[in-house]
């Protein structure tokens, strides 16, 4: 027996299960990741040299399996029940009344969770080696899926070892996948050609039952266990059982609440329901769970689900309406969007009576007709769409959208290019138009004028005081007529002059922004500055002089030449530089001498100190360069909190990582 081997054997183990810990479940890595492969390395070796020492919870074995032709089927010991779900006040109330009416006394109480919207498993521990995993199937029998769900690092292969580790235990949970993994994940099958998945639980489901454990290896899948038992071992509660779970290294959420009272469950619902978007991981309800086990059991179950816990569901952000009308909406740059005037209908907490139907080529994908039955849905974006059409209900007789050919402002002739999903509106002097131009004009990332949002300046575009965005700083000469406007006075309008004239300061390419020349957004105005450093050298740039840049493509150059070719808009540039605003760079050119020259940085999870775009603004003042997807080309990642994918793909590729005190010292030198 090679009992050094052995030793080593067992001393690599224990140190990568700690590392996976470590890394996967407590987010707080202790060795680099060079250092982590050698450990990994060393191991296979070794195994590979005593394959007499291999045992099935080696880290090794995490991808060891082979692809299976099917699963097979396990029966479970105690059946895995659903839950009833509950989606209002009074249901819930309901809930509790029984809950103290079986019980017969007051002395409860409640253990709240995050419902995971994930897929539910199940995990065998025997002396502390994960023997069999499981998928709850029809809730009395699933599929061993053992091969898949070891390849989940925050799963432990070994329970650990603080406390006494019992002859068996049942661990169940919720795998699922953060919404950034998964949208990087789609965003990758996109570019490869490969199908997209839904949503992350569809992906999830999808991504377990695949039959090769190293696919499922590559795909970023979480685990949070919710439940526990081990037979002969008297548990006493479910609060207890979770603080065991995390004892024995599993992944446990945070957010779990005791509550003593039905009020305090229904303010914990209302509270995820409103903050839901801020998880990185999707979730559609809480559960409700009596605390103690001994009370469990009085309770029983009936049927399906037991009688102890409760889902407590958010209100759907998905319902069935009816489309009355399409209209079309006018963007600043003449997009034409057609909009779904729809039956008021009750979502995600608000009615809706509009929702996008983002353009031609989409109504013409969905087959979307007056008069049809529309799901529309919200999600973690504020502007509902309708999602599909319920055939089914289709009415006879309706016929296909038949998109209008002039615009409903102005009048003009809608105009689809080649190859685009977009009609647009050619008339720069559209209503429409001008006013979405004076808005964003005056908006946040732009000149940031105070007092000048979209409802003011709808309204004194109405009233004829402002006809394009120089008119902006003709305010002040008019301000008696201002004055005379509904809701202005004497304060609101010098809030507003005051504003105007500290507009006056914004950087050139702030300005340049500003003037909302098609496809210039704010980071190729930066860039476009870096070179052409006043705006009489813009003006009179070429289409190749403009490609030159990095960054801006023949689009991007013909689009600039053309707006600057326009007489009107000409005439406003004039008129904006004779209202002395900012119209060249006076900084020096950082890229070239910058501390960050040539570097390329990507920006993962979020930081405390900064906003994305003003860490951005940091790197490529100093000559770096922002780049959304981590590859070899890649020098820096930054990694902020909850960070996702990106962090996973830059410890595969060892791309250096800085935290935010470090990327702070890094911009500040
Ligand atoms: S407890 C008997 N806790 O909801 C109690 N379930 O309809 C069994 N789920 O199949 C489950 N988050 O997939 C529990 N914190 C949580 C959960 C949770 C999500 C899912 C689980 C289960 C379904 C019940």
Request: glycine share 6%.
């Amino acid at each position: 027996m090679p009992l050094d081997a052995e030793k080593e054997i067992e001393y690599l183990r224990n140190q990568i299960l700690d590392h996976d810990y470590h890394y996967y479940t407590l987010a707080q890595p202790v060795i680099s990741d060079e250092e982590y492969d050698l450990l990994m390395h060393r191991l296979f070796s070794l195994e590979q040299q005593h394959p007499d020492l291999l045992t099935p919870d080696s880290p090794s074995q995490r991808v060891g399996g082979r692809p299976l032709k099917e699963f097979s089927t396990v029966t479970h010991i105690i059946p895995m029940l659903s839950l009833a779900n509950t989606y209002n006040e009074e249901d819930i109330r309901a809930f509790d009344r029984r809950i103290a009416e079986t019980l017969g006394i007051g002395a409860y109480r409640y253990v709240c969770e995050l419902k995971f919207d994930g897929v539910a498993v199940t995990l065998h521990y025997h002396r502390g080696i994960l023997t069999l995993g499981a998928t709850r199937g029809d809730g009395m029998q699933g599929d061993d899926i053992s091969q898949n769900l070891k390849t989940i690092r925050s799963i432990p292969l070994r329970l650990h070892t603080q406390s006494s580790i019992p002859d068996f235990c049942e661990v169940r949970g919720e795998i699922f996948m953060k919404r950034s993994d998964f949208e990087h994940m789609n965003e990758e099958r996109l570019l490869s050609g490969e199908k997209t998945f839904m949503n992350p639980r569809n992906s999830t489901a999808g991504t377990l039952k695949l039959q090769d454990p190293k696919l499922v290896a590559q795909r970023p899948l979480n685990f949070f266990a919710y439940y526990l038992r081990c037979p002969g071992i008297d548990l006493q509660s479910h609060s207890r059982c979770l603080a065991v779970l995390e004892e024995y290294g599993l992944p446990v959420n945070k957010q779990s609440k005791i509550c003593t009272t039905i009020d305090e469950v229904i303010a914990y619902w209302k509270t995820w329901e409103q903050n839901r978007d801020t998880l990185p991981f999707d979730i559609d309800g809480i559960v409700v769970k009596l605390d103690a086990l001994a009370q469990q059991e009085q309770l029983g179950s009936i049927a399906k689900s037991p009688r102890w816990a409760a889902a407590f569901k958010f209100s759907s952000r998905q319902a069935e309406t009816i489309l009355h009308e399409i209209h079309l909406q006018i963007g600043r740059l003449g997009t034409v969007t057609p909009v779904a005037d729809l039956e008021p209908v009750f979502l995600g907490g608000t009615t809706v009576t509009h929702a996008t139907l983002h353009n031609a080529e989409y109504i013409k994908k969905l087959d979307i007709r007056l008069t049809d039955h529309v799901i529309v849905e919200k999600g973690g974006d504020v502007i509902p769409k309708v999602s599909s059409v319920v055939l089914e209900k289709r009415q006879k007789g309706t016929q296909t959208f038949g998109f209008p050919d002039s615009c409903p402002e102005c009048g003009a002739k809608l105009f689809r290019p080649e190859g685009e999903a977009n009609y647009f509106c050619e008339n720069s002097e559209c209503p429409a138009q001008i006013m979405g131009r004076i808005q964003h004009f005056a908006s946040r990332g732009a000149m940031d004028i105070e007092g000048l949002g979209e409802a003011n300046v709808e309204q004194l575009v109405l009233c004829g005081l402002l006809k394009n965005s120089a008119d902006i700083y003709d305010l002040k000469k008019n301000r008696d007529i201002l004055l005379a406007q509904e809701r202005w006075g004497q304060k609101s309008v010098q809030k507003l002059l005051d504003a105007v004239e500290k507009s006056r300061k914004q950087k050139f390419h702030r300005v340049l922004y500003a003037l909302g020349i098609r496809h210039v957004g704010a980071s190729i105005a930066q860039r476009i500055v870096k070179k052409f450093r006043t705006i009489q050298q813009l003006e009179s740039a070429c289409v190749d002089e403009l490609k030159e840049l990095e960054g801006i493509g023949p689009q991007i150059a013909e689009s600039v030449v053309r707006f600057f070719a326009d007489v009107h808009n000409r005439t406003i540039v004039r008129r904006l530089k004779s209202a002395r605003l900012t119209m060249a760079e006076n900084e020096k050119p950082k890229a070239a001498s910058g501390s960050l020259s040539g570097k390329v940085f990507v920006l993962t999870g979020a930081l405390t100190t900064m906003t994305r775009d003003e860490a951005k603004e940091h790197i490529e003042s100093s000559g770096g360069k922002v780049s959304s997807l981590v590859s070899t080309k890649t020098d820096f990642v930054v990694v902020g909190a909850d960070a996702g994918s990106k962090l996973k793909k830059a410890r595969l590729l060892k791309i250096p990582l800085i935290d935010e005190k470090n990327f702070i010292k890094l911009i500040t030198k």
